[in-house]
């Protein structure tokens, strides 16, 4: 199975501030990433896919990058609505994995 | 617009079996592969399995291998998922999730499952 190690695990920042979280897989998984943003008692969102290609719908705050093994996902200028927690996702191979999650906080 | 409820959840004692159900609007069900996530109270997303558009690959995480079976009516614009031989580690909010380019770009609001005697 590929592992999908995130960090942080947690991050506390303030409205405005620039975040990036990074995802790191134990094998490479080319540009098979997604990334998910979750909010307490809710489904996730997907954000982006494909490593870096945006969703429809979400802010061009939110971008990613990287390939093979390392990925990071950024938001340019944090909101207030972007305090939720994130996960990177790999669909390589079977069994599709999820990191364990970064929370992101208010500062 | 794409809309998937899902519905069947409950409490259930170990052993015992559960099916809960997914269904979709707002799109062409029969032309999506298909997919369950769990998510265990407190805990991160686990990927549980998924079923090809037309039924005719699935997928399972070792863990519900030879348990559960993933399934669908593409006439009824349903998915479903059946829980056999339940475990209290099996208790987790089951989210049904369509896939677009590899990565799931519609989920369902969720069903609790609680195993517990």
């Known amino acids: 199975d590929i592992q999908m190690t995130q960090s942080p695990s947690s991050v506390s920042a303030s409205v405005g501030d620039r975040v990036t979280i990074t995802c790191r897989a134990s094998q490479g998984i080319s540009s098979w990433l997604a990334w998910y943003q979750q909010k307490p008692g809710k489904a996730p969102k997907l954000l982006i896919y494909a490593a870096s290609r945006l969703q429809s719908g979400v802010p061009s705050r939110f971008s990613g990058s990287g390939s093979g093994t390392d990925f990071t996902l950024t938001i340019s200028s944090l909101q207030p609505e972007d305090f939720a927690t994130y996960y990177c996702?790999?669909?390589?191979?079977?069994?599709?994995?999820f990191g364990q999650g970064t929370r992101l906080e208010i500062k | 617009q794409v809309q998937l409820v899902e519905s069947g959840g409950g409490v259930v004692q170990p052993g015992r079996s559960l099916r809960v159900s997914c269904a979709a609007s707002?799109?062409?069900?029969?032309?999506?592969?298909m997919h369950w996530v769990r998510q265990a109270p407190g805990k991160g997303l686990e990927w549980v399995a998924d079923?090809?558009?037309?039924?005719?690959?699935?997928y399972y995480t070792d863990s519900v291998k030879g348990r559960f079976t993933i399934s669908r009516d593409n006439s009824k614009n349903t998915l479903y998922l059946q829980m056999n031989s339940l475990r209290a580690e099996d208790t987790a909010v089951y989210y049904c999730?369509?896939?677009?380019?590899?990565?799931?770009?519609?989920w369902g609001q969720g069903t609790l499952v609680t195993v517990s005697s």
């Open positions: 996702q790999q669909a390589n191979s079977f069994p599709i994995t």
């Open positions: 707002g799109f062409i069900f029969s032309s999506y592969d």
């Open positions: 999730a369509r896939v677009t380019e590899f990565s799931f770009d519609n």
């Open positions: 079923i090809w558009y037309d039924g005719s690959n699935k």
